[in-house]
């Protein structure tokens, strides 16, 4: 049974930091690109970040320079470090794992209850 647990968020002043944190269960972790994901109200899910088997991490454009994507294959977890946030990085951020499709993830079914990030003052 794959499991997906999300944990971290919070309220944030603009400018401010968060560590996003994802436990995953019932994968071959390694073997797996990660992702992460948020949704924000009246929005549709979008991609953030992505980091491959290999480490190798892809951004989306509206975080490049602000955000870091990290795994670590030995705690099946995968983290997404927040910097110089914005209030509008304000949504429920979500992982993913799936296989690399033209070089970016296709996201699995499973999808963990997310964690919710405030960015306000």
């Known amino acids: 049974q794959v499991r997906l647990v999300e944990s971290g968020g919070g309220l944030v002043q603009p400018g401010g930091s968060l560590r996003l944190s994802c436990a995953v269960s019932g994968i071959i972790f390694r073997n797996y690109a990660m992702g992460w994901y948020r949704q924000a109200p009246g929005k549709q899910r979008e991609f953030v970040a992505q980091v491959t088997s290999l480490s190798m991490t892809t951004y989306a454009d509206s975080v490049k320079g602000r955000f870091t994507i990290s795994r670590d294959n030995a705690k099946n977890a995968v983290y997404l470090q927040m910097s110089t946030l914005k209030p509008e990085d304000t949504a429920v951020y979500y992982c993913?794992?799936?296989?690399?499709?033209?070089?970016?993830?296709?996201?699995?079914?499973?999808w963990g209850q997310g964690t919710q990030v405030t960015v306000s003052s």
């Open positions: 993913n794992y799936g296989t690399l499709v033209g070089g970016l993830l296709r996201s699995s079914k499973y």
